[in-house]
């Protein structure tokens, strides 16, 4: 799209100025009762606009294109003739809001993708023989040795040499963990090394380089869309002719041009001029202050006719940063709070993103952290470091799999089933304990995809470059109709297409790997909180806070914007041609017919602002107090996290142990739940329910109470076996069945419980 000109935009601006000072002067002085200077403000602002919007209208049909700004220009011209300058100065205003609207939203998709650029590097280190020199990156070629250095960016596309190098690729794949690559393995362009020093054989030079293709594809992408046809134009479509038409037969009949002049006057477009545009403005505010930025109307329209949503699932369905998942302690070794405290503790000096992750997890379950001595950290293997007199290591084991312990195989296992990271702390040489890292489903995503399906939308696929099978479990539990892994950006765009070409399709991603899709979509949506720049200016509406629940909250209002703009402008039209054959028949003379146009506009236009009140089935809005307890719930969730851990423990220890050892454990479980998550859970069912159901009904929370008392009922077995063990001197064989199964049962309630309540209560708080 090309840069508007300065002399085009000064002159739109100008025009704004000239027709709303017009207006506002002559609205003053009529309730000065100064008719004759409000008539004459009036017709200054009607005349001022009719040249700009005849030249307007004279380029559009040099384009082939013909709309609503020929009866604008009709309108202007027949209100200045039967003396309705009131209604002129209107059309002029409304005319100039429209035109400096889009002139803006023209500037913004014509930038070019800065962030993009100012990513990509400029220079490349070329090692020939022993030297290194610092070269532009036009001089690089294939064949020749760079040089990457820790936090820099991979120039062109390569091989690696000799060392390993450590990559994070989420600028080409948006996932946020890190990789290795070995000797003879290639790396792309674009993606930055997060381990120390290696070097790469280049492939290929910038230019074509992968990165360089992803610039390519997004200015490409933005380029071919289809500009869009307005609700107001295609409307216009039909309005314009019959109006002339009808004016024409007028005239005929009557052989007066006073008659067609009347037929002209009832039919200004004021429904499309005015009631349209009021209807979507309303419709971006409120969109605006849901936490969506909507670029322009034309935006909102499409979103409010899409059918289908592709949407990326790193950042977007997904948190976009790993979580611990489960603390686990080996045998005889730490509790698993202990095992995360001491991993913690090392990990506070490390950069890497598994170790922000188990600092963050420790932080918030508010452990006490010690500061780490004579740490070193290998990339891709971990970090190294004495912790109160012992020797830590957390990351790797360095064993393969057939030699690690039977717990530290079941670990393995389960993080394989997980699809989890797993993190291995050894201290003084021996395996003491692991932790399961994954990067978790938003809280707000399953209400969000139901809530979008409600919307109207009746295809959702996922695309992401993350491995199949955790993209598989994603699309499995919040129902989508497709699910692509191992996409690149290449791959995204190419969807992106294919879809459109079937229905209006809306685009949701956050990264720079995002970007060319964004751009090829109907509607490009950017997580903007904690998104990409280049996503951002891509895309057609930014969502300005970190939840995809606000994408629901824009179809909604879209959906409802669209609804009364089009039944704003069927009304008035409808109302117009009603008027139209009256004045045709000679029943309506010109000024009698423009006040009764002033009557429909104003009806239209009062329908039009029903657009400014909240959309049926919006998020609903909590009161202060609830919005509290939500706040307070989910921090207890995160305190309780531990405990969960240690239910699950606790019955694997007897699948192995009925001792001492595992009647102690039992006996901490029975004391966690007495204490700490029986309390929890009776405060959330007589504190937190009732202030839900004062705003979603008691309905809402029916099956959450069931779960506690399920909950209770399994707590009150557990301490049951406990008695029966006090009173026999341990656990005796025919409990262990029954203790193994209600803990493990306890363990999977709670867990489904506490993501119920997440996705269902905790995601409706700001």
């Not at 506009?601 to 609903?620: E, F, K, S, W």
Request: hydrophobic share 45%; aromatic share 2%; with cysteine.
């Amino acid at each position: 799209m090309a840069r508007a000109r300065p002399g085009r935009r000064l002159t739109e601006f100008t025009l704004l100025v000239v027709t709303a000072g017009a207006l506002v002067g002559g609205g003053i002085a009529w309730l000065l009762g100064h008719r004759e200077t409000a008539d004459a403000c009036w017709a200054v602002g009607t005349a001022l606009a009719l040249p700009p919007a005849a030249a307007w209208v004279v380029g559009a049909l040099r384009r082939g294109r013909i709309g609503v700004d020929v009866i604008a220009v009709l309108a202007l011209a027949g209100t200045l003739a039967v003396g309705e300058y009131l209604a002129g100065a209107l059309i002029g205003l409304m005319l100039a809001t429209g035109r400096s609207l889009e002139t803006a939203a023209e500037r913004r998709a014509s930038r070019d993708l800065r962030s993009l650029l100012e990513h990509a590097p400029r220079s490349a280190r070329r090692r020939h023989g022993s030297d290194v020199t610092v070269v532009p990156l036009d001089e690089v070629v294939p064949g020749e040795v760079i040089v990457v250095g820790p936090g820099e960016v991979v120039p062109v596309d390569g091989v690696v040499i000799a060392e390993p190098a450590v990559l994070d690729e989420s600028v080409l794949t948006g996932e946020s963990a890190q990789v290795e690559r070995h000797a003879g393995e290639g790396v792309r362009s674009g993606v930055v090394n997060a381990g120390g020093v290696f070097e790469v054989t280049a492939t290929a030079t910038a230019a074509d380089s992968t990165y360089a293709e992803i610039v390519r594809l997004t200015r490409q992408a933005g380029a071919e869309r289809a500009p869009t046809v307005r609700l107001a134009e295609r409307y216009a479509a039909w309005f314009l002719p019959l109006s002339l038409a009808l004016a024409a037969l007028a005239w005929l009949i009557s052989g007066s041009a006073v008659r067609a002049v009347a037929v002209l006057v009832v039919a200004t477009p004021c429904p499309l001029l005015l009631a349209t545009p009021v209807a979507i403005v309303s419709g971006l505010s409120q969109c605006a202050r849901r936490g969506a930025v909507v670029r322009d109307g034309g935006a909102l329209e499409r979103l409010g006719r899409a059918r289908t949503l592709v949407i990326d699932k790193t950042g977007t369905l997904t948190a976009g940063r790993p979580r611990v998942l489960e603390v686990v302690g080996a045998p005889g070794g730490p509790a698993p709070g202990e095992v995360l405290r001491l991993a913690a503790s090392l990990d506070q000096v490390s950069a890497h993103v598994l170790a922000e992750a188990i600092v963050r997890e420790a932080k918030a379950r508010a452990l006490s952290l010690t500061s780490p001595h004579d740490v070193t950290e290998e990339p891709g293997r971990g970090v190294t470091g004495t912790v109160r007199g012992h020797r830590i290591a957390v990351g790797r084991t360095g064993l393969p799999p057939t030699g690690l312990p039977d717990w530290a195989r079941a670990v393995d296992n389960r993080a394989l089933l997980d699809g989890a990271a797993t993190v291995w702390l050894t201290v003084d040489g021996a395996l003491c304990g692991a932790l399961l890292l994954r990067d978790p489903l938003r809280q707000d995503a399953p209400r969000t995809i139901r809530r979008l399906r409600t919307a109207g939308l009746n295809r959702l696929l996922m695309l992401t470059g993350d491995r199949p099978a955790p993209a598989r479990e994603v699309g499995a539990v919040l129902g989508l109709d497709d699910v692509r892994a191992g996409q690149l950006p290449a791959d995204k765009i190419a969807t992106v297409r294919e879809e459109s070409r079937r229905a209006v399709t809306v685009m949701v991603g956050d990264g720079v790997n995002d970007a060319p899709a964004l751009a090829a979509a109907d509607v490009g949506v950017a997580m903007g909180a904690r998104g990409s720049t280049s996503a951002s200016e891509a895309a057609d509406i930014v969502l300005t806070t970190d939840r995809v629940a606000r994408l629901a909250d824009a179809m909604e209002i879209a959906g409802h914007a669209r609804h009364i703009a089009v039944q704003s402008a069927a009304a008035g039209m409808t109302m117009s041609l009603v008027a139209m054959t009256a004045a045709l028949l000679g029943r309506l003379p010109p000024a009698p017919g423009a006040l009764l146009q002033e009557a429909i506009d104003m009806a239209v236009i009062l329908n039009a602002l029903r657009a400014l009140l909240p959309a049926p089935g919006t998020r609903p809005v909590l009161e202060p107090d609830a919005e509290s307890l939500i706040h307070r719930f989910a921090t207890e969730h995160d305190d309780l996290r531990d405990a969960l851990d240690a239910i699950r423990e606790a019955a694997g220890l007897l699948t192995m142990d009925s001792g001492p050892r595992a009647l102690a454990a039992v006996r901490e479980i029975d004391r966690l739940l007495t204490e700490r998550l029986l309390p929890h859970e009776h405060a959330e069912e007589h504190e937190l329910y009732p202030a839900l159901n004062r705003r979603l009904g008691p309905e809402a929370t029916d099956t959450m109470s069931r779960a506690h008392a399920e909950i209770e009922r399994l707590a009150q077995r557990i301490a049951t076996h406990m008695r029966l063990a006090d009173e026999q001197g341990g656990l005796r064989p025919e409990q262990l069945d029954d203790l193994r199964a209600s803990l493990y049962g306890l363990h999977t309630i709670l867990r489904l419980h506490f993501t119920q309540e997440e996705e269902s209560y905790f995601s409706l708080a700001p």
